[in-house]
């Protein structure tokens, strides 16, 4: 079956930077895009950043010019780079990629279960 595995969460302090990673496996035709949501506590999950095609990011405006996603189509696999990191950033992290399964060749979107990033001194 398809998966969207996070890696990368962790503690930072503020001003610091962290990597996460998104590998998409399983059985998968085809990935039209990959990006990243966050949700903090009391609040509704966020567009962080995504990728439509094969380059056209877009961002949430409270990470635009810190943030940077990339991907990598062989790989399967999207990276979120965060830079100058906020304690405001603090939320679980979850990756989402819209794809075309092969167990059923509809076209589905598919979320990783999110990986905790915590910006404290």
């Known amino acids: 079956q398809v998966r969207l595995v996070e890696s990368g969460g962790g503690l930072v302090q503020p001003g610091g930077s962290l990597r996460l990673s998104c590998v998409a496996s399983g059985g998968i035709y085809s990935i039209t895009t990959m990006g990243w949501y966050r949700q903090a506590p009391g609040k509704e999950r966020e567009l962080v950043a995504e990728?439509?095609?094969?380059?056209?990011?877009n961002y949430g405006d409270s990470v635009r010019g810190r943030f940077t996603i990339s991907r990598d189509n062989a790989e399967k696999t999207t990276y979120l780079h965060m830079t100058s990191l906020r304690p405001e950033d603090t939320a679980v992290y979850y990756c989402?990629?819209?794809?075309?399964?092969?167990?059923?060749?509809?076209?589905?979107?598919?979320w990783g279960q999110g990986t905790q990033v915590t910006v404290s001194s």
């Open positions: 989402k990629a819209d794809l075309t399964p092969t167990t059923s060749w509809h076209p589905s979107t598919y």
């Open positions: 990728i439509r095609g094969v380059n056209s990011p």
